[in-house]
């Protein structure tokens, strides 16, 4: 039994938005056990003296791709998964020393990369895994161009997504990636920019499809994200009991009167296309597709603006590829003229508890939940930039109890 104490520590309350001012805090075997205003009784195995600092839950990222080394999804799908693999390591530590404990996979990672995490093996956050997004012939999730008619390499192996068509099909890909283990499964249900054959404004699968893998979803008590751009798509997605809505750009009035109707959440992936815009060729998309990019750029922030007005939901997401993953802080940069400081830190933190059906897990400083904080030398509910400047700003990063990060 190991018992780690942080005194005159500052708490965010992040659910609340607001400082628990010298705080004491107790984390025994990994998990929070007392938060305290007074003095905590009994010794400890390790006191840190938190001197006035912030003390938060560590940042829940809800959109990334741990296995996309590249932007190119077409070269992805024939690499060596182990090479795939260990190159993902790479993006792994760096999420974690950005202060991310705990992100979740929107396609690509498994059952095998999350339990090395789990097991310590690799360094990163807790990886919440979809395995494989379901795809239909032609969808977001088909990597294949118009003159190809069949899969080449280890498509199935290192890629992102798995295609599928027809109930019977989807039903048995939805039970499949929950036997090995998937958290959620990702449903691509519009047209997307990485893909080469389908349209950005086009729909994707039935709706007797849709219920199929939400109902093998609800069945296994795991939730439902789906990539989706247009009203057209996201309205049809939520009654059907979607829980969150992956990027959103397209989306109108009717969609925010869904979300709250239905308590559903939007991932904005604002940083992406400030991405792929400024650097996607360089980095690996092919020119073509990058252009497509540019059908959905500006339209994400009036999105954010449309749904911060609407009280709809946000969750903290980055969705980008490749090198593109150093610029995973610049969500926070991207939304904070829109979005208050208090309503950004519950989208990387209690609101995606909330969404995964994990409610007092983490993204919380309560007792019972892990023991994922960190500790920043300034107030991110007073600067919101002080989260983008991890080397500046972070002290501390614990995952689980462990330190992975400690400059006191």
């Known amino acids: 039994m190991s018992t780690i104490r942080f005194i005159n520590a500052n708490v965010i309350d992040s659910r609340a938005g607001k400082v628990l001012k010298n705080h004491e805090v107790r984390i025994k075997d990994g998990r929070i056990d007392a938060v305290s205003a007074s003095p905590l009784e009994g010794s400890d195995d390790q006191i840190i003296d938190a001197k006035g600092h912030y003390l938060m839950p560590g940042l829940v990222d809800s959109h990334v791709h741990v296995t996309a080394i590249t932007p190119n999804f077409a070269l992805l799908g024939t690499l060596s998964p182990f090479y795939v693999g260990a190159k993902s390591s790479e993006l792994l530590e760096a999420m974690l020393m950005r202060g991310f404990t705990t992100v979740r996979d929107a396609g690509g990672a498994d059952y095998g990369l999350a339990k090395a995490v789990d097991e310590g093996a690799l360094a990163g956050p807790r990886i919440m895994y979809a395995g494989r997004a379901l795809s239909q012939t032609g969808g977001h999730g088909d990597m294949r161009g118009p003159g190809q008619q069949t899969f080449e390499g280890c498509f199935c192996c290192a890629g992102l ?52 893998i939400v109902e093998e979803a609800t069945a296994a008590n795991i939730h439902t994200m789906a990539h989706a751009y247009t009203a057209r798509a996201i309205n049809r997605l939520i009654p059907r009991g979607v829980k969150t809505i992956e990027h959103g750009n397209l989306m109108d009035e009717e969609s925010c009167r869904l979300f709250i109707e239905h308590d559903a959440y939007l991932t904005p992936t604002l940083s992406t296309y400030d991405a792929l815009a400024r650097e996607g060729v360089e980095a690996g998309m092919a020119e073509e597709l990058q252009r497509k990019v540019f059908e959905v750029l500006e339209a994400g922030g009036k999105a954010l603006k449309m749904a911060q007005e609407h009280g709809v939901k946000m969750l903290y997401g980055s969705d980008l590829l490749g090198r593109m993953q150093v610029h995973q802080l610049n969500e926070f940069h991207l939304r904070k003229d829109v979005v208050p400081a208090d309503e950004l830190i519950r989208g990387a933190t209690s609101h995606a508890a909330d969404a995964y059906g994990c409610v007092g897990d983490f993204g919380e400083i309560i007792p019972g939940a892990r023991g994922d904080v960190i500790l920043l030398k300034n107030n991110p509910l007073e600067d919101i930039t002080v989260l983008t400047k991890p080397d500046e700003q972070l002290m501390l990063i614990m995952k689980g109890g462990v330190a992975y990060k400690n400059t006191l």
């Open 161 to 212: 997504g798995r295609v599928c068509d027809g109930v019977s099909e989807v039903r048995q890909a939805a039970r499949d990636e929950i036997r090995k283990g998937a958290t959620q499964i990702k449903i691509m249900a519009s047209g997307g920019v990485a893909s080469p054959t389908d349209r950005i404004d086009s729909t994707q699968f039935s709706l007797e499809e849709i219920d199929a």
